[in-house]
């Protein structure tokens, strides 16, 4: 079992729609919390981040932690076609390497 | 400009060939990592440097070697190419961002086919 399970989707939605993504993990250890957006044929960028458990909210972005059910989210309000991209949660424990999913593709239609 | 780069950004080799993967960052960041993405795997962790000749495995380190004997370089070797290192490689450098997030920067990615 890998440490980190996220769906690989795709995931389809038309443009407005609110969506939602997530990952699980099994290492109690992990603290800080992330999500890449990467899009097509470039490098992932981090686009939210999160200690321990909490909401933390940027724009139309937020992110949820649960470390009881060890289970994050990233929803993303109103969403734009160019919101399409691959979604990659990771994570740590107190040091610097990170764990990924496997990510998201999310296609947003106009 | 300032940031990560990485040549070649395409790259089609031969089974049992030595091919070096360049990644230069501009902004003199200590840690610096390199991962391969492949379907259904994400991307996972093949080397890391905290520092210049400071360099450890990550969790997938085999066939692979690195140097780093100056801070903004961090090559990536692969010694004796084989198809199941076909894919496309990532460098990365960690810094805290101006919000306090421990966050690492990617560099463009250089996709790599070894026939």
Known sequence: QKEVEQD??????????????????SNSAFQY??????????????????????????GRFTAQ??????????????SQPSDSATYLCAMSDSSYKLIF?????LLVRP | DAGITQSPRYKITETGRQVTLMCHQ????SYMFWYRQDLGHGLRLIYYSAAADITDKGEVPDGYVVSRSKTENFPLTLESATRS???????ASRAIDRGGADTQYFGPGTRLTVL
């Open chain 1, 65 to 78: 932690v649960d470390k009881s059910s060890k289970y994050i989210s990233l929803f993303i309000r109103d």
């Open chain 2, 85 to 91: 290192q076909t894919s496309v490689y990532f460098c």
């Open chain 2, 26 to 29: 501009t902004w003199s960041h």
């Open chain 1, 101 to 105: 999913g496997s990510g998201t593709r």
């Open chain 1, 8 to 25: 690989p989707g795709p995931l389809s939605v038309p443009e407005g729609a609110i969506v939602s993504l997530n990952c699980t993990y």
């Open chain 1, 33 to 58: 919390f992330m999500w890449y957006r990467q899009y097509s044929r470039k490098g992932p960028e981090l686009l939210m981040y999160t200690y321990s458990s909490g909401n933390k909210e940027d």
